[in-house]
């Protein structure tokens, strides 16, 4: 299993961005995919989560702004953010995990694979 994570970049406060996970090795659509962040001294957190109903759930700090989607055909998960701000500045990471429930969605801890991180910042 692979997750390859791309589309990190420079964007001013307000700007918009989209970062992709490419999956091989496991179904995109039969597997809980999530994005995590972590900034520099910061424990990793939690930022959104599409399950294998297509039930979604986002951390209440990017609610709003951010949207995760996957393609099935194309075994990628997209995290479209919106009126970013600095403080959304962070490496992202994409997460899978096959038995994952509701209420856990959120925890580090019910992923079993993970992509190697791509850096967003966020500045003028």
């Known amino acids: 299993v692979q997750l390859q994570a791309s589309g990190g970049g420079l964007v001013q406060p307000g700007g918009s961005l989209t970062v992709s996970c490419s999956v091989t090795g496991l179904q995109v659509s039969r597997n809980t995919m999530a994005w995590f962040r972590q900034s520099p001294g910061m424990e990793r957190e939690f930022v959104a989560a599409?399950?294998?109903?297509?039930?979604?759930t986002y951390a209440d700090s990017v609610k709003g702004r951010f949207t995760i989607s996957r393609d099935s055909n194309k075994s990628t998960v997209n995290l479209q953010m919106n009126r970013l701000k600095p403080e959304d500045t962070a490496v992202y990471y994409c997460?899978?995990?096959?038995?994952?429930?509701?209420?856990?969605?959120?925890?580090?801890?019910?992923?079993?694979?993970w992509g190697q991180g791509t850096l967003v910042t966020v500045s003028s």
């Open positions: 997460a899978a995990g096959p038995r994952v429930i509701v209420s856990t969605r959120t925890w580090v801890s019910s992923y079993e694979y």
């Open positions: 599409i399950g294998w109903t297509s039930t979604t």
